[in-house]
C-alpha cells in the first residue's frame, strides 16, 4: 500500500473496507512502504486490530523490494490500466474477486489443475484448494471448448469496464499438437491473450488426457478386456509418442479394411509426411490396436477419465514429463496459479 493512501482524500470507509479485504483469512499479505501512516488521521481512526496489522506490514516491508516483490499495489495516483496499481475502489474490487483458471471444459479439466496445485507448489506455497474454492478465492470456468475463450475473455473484458488490470484470469488449453514438432495451433488465441495481458499455458502435450500416468490405466474400471489390447500397444510407445496420441480417439486408421490393399502403404495415405516418420517404428499390429482410442465402461469417457488424476501421485506425473523440453511444466504451472492467487 503505497503511502499517498494515508492522505486526506481516501474515505476512512474505503480504507477499512480495503484493509479487511486484504486481510480477511489472511488470503493476502499486506506491507506498507513507510511508516507515515501512523500520523494519518486513517490510521488514528480505524478500529485497533486493523492498526495491529499496519504494524506488522510495515515491519514486514522492511527489506521488501516493491517492484520485485509486490504483485499489487494500492495508490491514490492517477492510473489508467497499468497492471498491479489501482486506485483504493479498484483494489477492493480487484482483491474481493476470485481467480478464475478459464479451461476448455471446467469440470473435466479442472481434476488436472487440482492436481498440480496440490502436489506441485513449494511446502511454504501450499494452499488448500477446497478451502480458497469453498471461499470462492479460485474459480474453474469452462469456455466449451478452446474456440469459444476468445468470446469467454473478450466478454470479461467488457464487463470490467475494458481495463485489462481488472482481468483475474488464467488460461490453460491444449496444444492439439499430433505429433512433435507439428504446427502451432494457438497463434490466434495466444495473440488475443497477450493483447489483453492475460496470463495463460499452452499445454506441451497435445491434451491434457496425456497427462495421466500410464499406470492408472491399468486400474478399474479402465483395465477391462476391451481396452486391454489398446493398453499394452500404448504402452509399447516412446514417451513422445504417448505425448501426442488421442487418448479418447486413437490412431484413425482401420488397418482391418486397408490390410488388402496394397497399392499405397496406408501409413503414407493416413498421415502427413512428418506424422508418418514420428509413428514409422510402430508396429502395424499395435497400430491396429490403438485404432478407435480408450473405452469408458460407463460410457462417458470425457466426465470419467480425468478422475484418474485424483488417483495420481507427484512421482508418477513427473515421470510422464520427465523428457519433454520443459521438464518443470508442471511446478511452472502451479507457481504462475499461486503467483495470481
Known amino acids: 500500500m503505497n503511502k499517498n493512501v494515508f492522505c486526506d482524500n481516501t474515505s476512512q470507509q474505503d480504507f477499512d473496507s480495503l484493509v479487511n479485504v486484504i486481510t480477511y483469512k489472511n488470503r493476502y499479505d499486506l506491507y506498507l512502504d513507510s511508516d507515515s501512516f501512523e500520523k494519518s488521521g486513517l490510521y488514528v481512526n480505524t478500529a485497533d486490530y486493523n492498526k495491529e496489522i499496519m504494524k506488522e506490514a510495515f515491519v514486514n516491508s522492511i527489506n ?22 489501482y486506485t483504493v475502489e479498484e483494489g477492493i474490487t480487484y482483491l474481493t474477486m476470485p481467480l478464475t483458471i478459464v479451461l476448455e471444459n471446467e469440470l473435466n479439466d ?4 487440482e492436481a498440480i496445485i496440490s502436489k506441485f507448489l ?28 476468445p468470446s469467454k475473455v473478450e466478454s470479461r473484458y467488457q464487463s470490467c469496464g475494458y481495463k485489462k488490470k481488472m482481468l483475474k484470469l488464467y488460461v490453460i488449453f491444449d496444444s492439439d499438437k499430433k505429433f512433435l514438432g507439428d504446427s502451432d495451433k494457438n497463434v490466434s488465441l495466444k495473440e488475443k491473450l497477450d493483447e489483453l495481458s492475460i496470463p495463460h499455458h499452452e499445454l506441451e502435450k497435445r491434451s491434457i488426457e496425456n497427462y495421466i500416468p500410464e499406470e492408472l490405466f491399468r486400474e478399474e474400471p479402465f483395465y477391462c478386456k476391451a481396452n486391454s489390447e489398446w493398453i499394452d500397444a500404448y504402452s509399447y510407445l516412446s514417451e513422445q509418442q504417448k505425448d501426442y496420441i ?28 512428418d506424422q508418418f516418420d514420428f509413428i514409422k517404428d510402430i508396429s502395424l499390429a499395435n497400430i491396429e490396436k490403438l485404432y478407435g482410442g480408450l473405452k469408458d465402461p460407463r460410457g462417458n469417457f470425457k466426465n470419467n477419465f480425468p478422475l484418474l488424476f485424483n488417483s495420481a501421485d507427484k512421482r508418477q506425473m513427473l515421470n510422464r514429463t520427465a523428457h519433454q523440453s520443459d521438464k518443470d511444466e508442471l511446478y511452472k504451472i502451479a507457481k504462475e496459479i499461486r503467483d495470481l492467487l
Open 64 to 85: 521488501m523490494t516493491i517492484d520485485k516483490d509486490v504483485d499489487c499495489e494500492i495508490s491514490t495516483k492517477t492510473i489508467t490500466d497499468t497492471k498491479r496499481i
Open 110 to 113: 479442472g481434476h488436472f489443475v
Open 122 to 149: 513449494p511446502n511454504d506455497k501450499k494452499i488448500d484448494v477446497g478451502q480458497y474454492k469453498s471461499n470462492n478465492w479460485l474459480v474453474f470456468d469452462g469456455a466449451g471448448g478452446k474456440v469459444n475463450i
Open 246 to 273: 488421442s487418448i479418447a480417439g486413437g490412431y484413425s486408421v482401420d488397418v482391418k479394411k486397408e490390410a488388402d490393399n496394397k497399392s499405397v502403404p496406408f501409413k503414407n495415405r493416413y498421415f502427413n509426411r
